[in-house]
């Protein structure tokens, strides 16, 4: 079974400044992938990053980047120079990466994130 | 960027009616999924679909729902009686690896 940790209900930012938003997960599978989306106010889930457990790199989106430390099962978000539209919920997900076609996301609780100016 | 469709954006519905939520999965995905979210609460998984059949359903995918892929293009799930909890935003999505997220139809039944 998978298992997602958001710990932060909700965080607070300056804007332009960077933020981290915490996510951990517990899984048996030896492979699996990372996610992490944005939902704004308006409803939509916006996908933003995406990270391999085999990836040997830390991925990056723009101002989005992923923390992932494959040891201490952590997957941290990292919004760099904080926008007043990055306001929104935070989904972290993850699944296995299966080949016989059964890969179910989970998602976590979420992080609200408001952006001050 | 091509992208999750789905229709309609809103549908309000009496309690004991069916309803139907539409969406046009990216293209060359072969992986569907359908997700809902009550209002505040997590996203929850209700039904995936791989090779024109169900390959995972979760305890929410009761009898009331059903999923089709009627052409080669849409894919659609029905709720055959609605009930007044089953008032939410449902999610559609599609991979290659990443979910990718329609914009969601807000359902809601009084």
């Known amino acids: 079974a998978q298992k997602i940790t958001q710990t932060q209900p909700g965080m607070f930012v300056q804007e332009k400044e960077a933020v981290t938003l915490d996510c951990t997960y517990d899984?048996?599978?030896?492979?699996?992938?990372l996610f992490w989306y944005k939902q704004p106010s308006s409803g939509e889930m916006i996908f933003l990053i995406y990270q391999g457990s085999y990836d040997q790199q830390n991925a990056t989106e723009g101002r989005y980047s992923l923390n992932f430390q494959k040891a201490r099962k952590s997957a941290n978000l990292v919004i760099s120079a904080s926008q007043l539209g990055d306001s929104a919920m935070y989904f972290c997900?993850?699944?296995?990466?299966?080949?016989?076609?059964?890969?179910?996301?989970?998602f976590g609780r979420g992080t609200s994130l408001i952006v001050h100016p | 960027e091509p992208e999750v469709t789905q229709t309609p954006s809103h549908q309000v519905t009496q309690m004991g009616q069916e309803v139907i939520l539409r969406c046009v999965p990216i293209s060359n995905h072969l992986y569907f999924y359908w997700y809902r979210q009550i209002l505040g609460q997590k996203v929850e998984f209700l039904v995936s679909?791989?090779?024109?059949?169900?390959?995972?359903k979760s305890e929410i995918f009761d009898d009331q729902f059903s999923v089709e892929r009627p052409d080669g293009s849409n894919f659609t799930l029905k709720i055959r009686s609605t009930k007044l909890e089953d008032s939410a935003m449902y999610f559609c999505?599609?991979?290659?690896?990443?979910?990718?997220f329609g914009n969601g139809t807000r359902l809601t039944v009084t």
């Open positions: 999505a599609s991979r290659q690896n990443a979910l990718h």
């Open positions: 997900a993850m699944s296995p990466l299966e080949t016989r076609g059964s890969y179910i996301p989970t």
């Open positions: 899984t048996s599978d030896p492979s699996y992938g």
């Open positions: 679909f791989y090779n024109n059949e169900i390959s995972e």
